[in-house]
Every structure is written in structure tokens, then in C-alpha cells.
């Protein structure tokens, strides 16, 4: 059976209203009218089918036929934080990546060596892009893109996660063993400028491991990946454990 096309809305009861950006990619792109069935998603981990049974010249409104449960979820708690980088792409792929892998939080963040800058438009962006990767892999939740303008508060901010794993490109070994995790996780990559000593430091005084991902120096898009996709599979949530 084909999946039905997906589309977060806020609100949905007895009938949703689908509307802007939603609508028109409903209408316009996908040419959905009165009688098709979708899947409406509230990112409350609960999915919906409902049938368009009105379309207006700004929105459909639809009735709701089901609600259940999603299943696609990671069981476990992983955080992704990345230096902000340059190459809006590279950005954008570390969130699409981060989401279609099952992570539950995204930060980017600036440090020391950052020399990208983030903005309101460039942050809604990215939450786009969470929001479109979740739906293309069937998630029934995005996981909101949050931005912190200093590596402290990042850091901080997954205070309380179990394993805190902070990608160090000149740590010597690694001070967690990545391939046997259990518990919430979070990971800490850098810009394409890296950590300075002094971050790796403080990260250290913060509970955050040293992790090396071998001898060669990553690019942080294939660095956030790498590490990301170790930490599920380790996790149990990829291969047919996940
Ligand atoms: N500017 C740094 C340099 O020239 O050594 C490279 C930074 S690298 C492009 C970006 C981030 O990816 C690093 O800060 C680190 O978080 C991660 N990374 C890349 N290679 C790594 C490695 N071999 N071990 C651990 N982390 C690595």
C-alpha cells in the first residue's frame, strides 16, 4: 500500500485545518483534493489519518478517521550539537542526517574558531529541514534545530544526558567506549575551525569525554554522521535491533 502523503499541523481534533506552506504543497504540488487520505502528524509522537472533505482557496480542512501510535521513534534519548558551519548545505545536511539517524535534539552552536554566524532566517531554515527529513523518513516527530551562541551554554544545555561524547580531533584515545552505550546521549562536534585547547578543557570539566574518531582529520558533516550513526547502531537503533 502506498504511504500516505505527511504533513505536521497543530491542532487537530475531530478535523484539522491544513494551511500555508502545508496547503499549497498539498494543493499545488502533491494536486491532493476532497476524499484523499493523509497522514497528519502533531509532533506529539501520535499519528493521524484523515480525509480532505473541504478545500478553500487558502486551506483544506479534513476529518479525522484514526489516531495511533508512531513506532519509529528512537527508544533511547541521542543529542546532536555541531559548530555552526560556513556551507549553509553542510548545515542543512547535518540536520537532515541527524534527523533520519532518530536524534531528539539538534543544536548548532558557535565557538571559539566558529566563523559562520547564525540568523532568525537561517535557524527557520533549518528547522525546515528537520521537519522535511522527518517526513520523508516516516518519524513522527522533528526534532526542533535550537541555536547557542557559545560552546559553554551548549555544553550546559546536555548537562544532563548519560553519556556526554564531545568529537575531539587531537585526542590522543578515546575516554568512552562508544561501541557499548547505554543511556542518553549527546554528542559535541566542531566547526570545520575545531576546538581550541581550552574548550576541550572545559568540556573535560563539564563530564564530557574525549572521543577520537581515528587518525584522520574529518570534515564535521562526515565527523556528525560518523559518530552519530556509531552511537545509534551502538544504542541498538539501527539493523534490525533499532
Ligand atoms: N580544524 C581542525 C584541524 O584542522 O585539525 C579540524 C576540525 S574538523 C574539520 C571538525 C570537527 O570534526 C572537529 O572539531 C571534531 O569535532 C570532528 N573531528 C574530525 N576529525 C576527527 C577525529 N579524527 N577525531 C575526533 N573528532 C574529529
Known amino acids: 500500500m502506498a504511504t500516505l502523503k505527511r504533513f505536521f499541523v497543530e491542532n487537530i481534533g475531530e478535523t484539522c485545518i491544513l494551511q500555508g506552506e502545508e496547503f499549497e504543497h498539498a494543493k ?19 499519528k493521524y489519518v484523515a480525509v480532505i472533505c473541504e478545500v478553500q482557496k487558502r486551506q483544506m480542512t479534513l476529518n479525522v478517521l484514526s489516531v495511533a501510535d508512531g513506532d519509529k521513534e528512537a527508544k533511547t534519548a541521542v543529542a546532536l550539537a555541531f559548530g ?3 556551507n549553509a548545505d553542510k548545515n542543512e545536511f547535518i540536520v537532515q542526517k541527524g534527523v ?35 517526513k520523508q523518513c516516516l518519524r513522527d516527530r522533528y526534532p526542533a534545530v535550537e541555536y547557542a551562541d557559545s560552546l559553554a551554554k551548549t555544553l550546559d544545555e546536555l548537562s544532563e544526558y548519560e553519556n556526554k561524547l564531545f568529537a575531539c580531533e587531537f585526542a590522543e584515545s578515546s575516554e568512552a567506549d562508544i561501541a ?14 575545531g576546538f581550541s585547547r ?4 572545559m568540556a573535560e570539566e ?13 570534515r564535521a558533516e562526515t565527523a556528525a554522521v560518523a559518530l552519530t550513526s556509531v552511537v545509534m547502531f551502538s544504542l541498538g537503533e539501527l539493523g534490525d535491533r533499532g
Open 84 to 86: 555552526y558551519l560556513k
Open 180 to 193: 557499548a552505550l547505554q543511556g542518553s546521549t549527546a554528542i559535541v562536534i566542531g566547526s570545520e575551525g
Open 206 to 218: 563539564k563530564g564530557f569525554a574525549l572521543v577520537s574518531l581515528g587518525k584522520r582529520i574529518l
Open 100 to 134: 533520519e539517524l532518530g536524534v531528539q535534539k539538534l543544536i548548532a552552536f558557535s565557538s571559539n574558531f566558529s566563523s559562520a554566524y547564525m540568523s532568525e532566517n537561517k535557524l527557520e531554515r533549518l528547522n525546515k529541514v528537520s521537519k522535511e527529513s522527518a
Open 28 to 46: 499545488n504540488v502533491l494536486r491532493l483534493g476532497v476524499g484523499d487520505e493523509v497522514e497528519l502528524l502533531d509532533n506529539s509522537g501520535k
Open 198 to 201: 581550552e574548550e576541550a578543557e
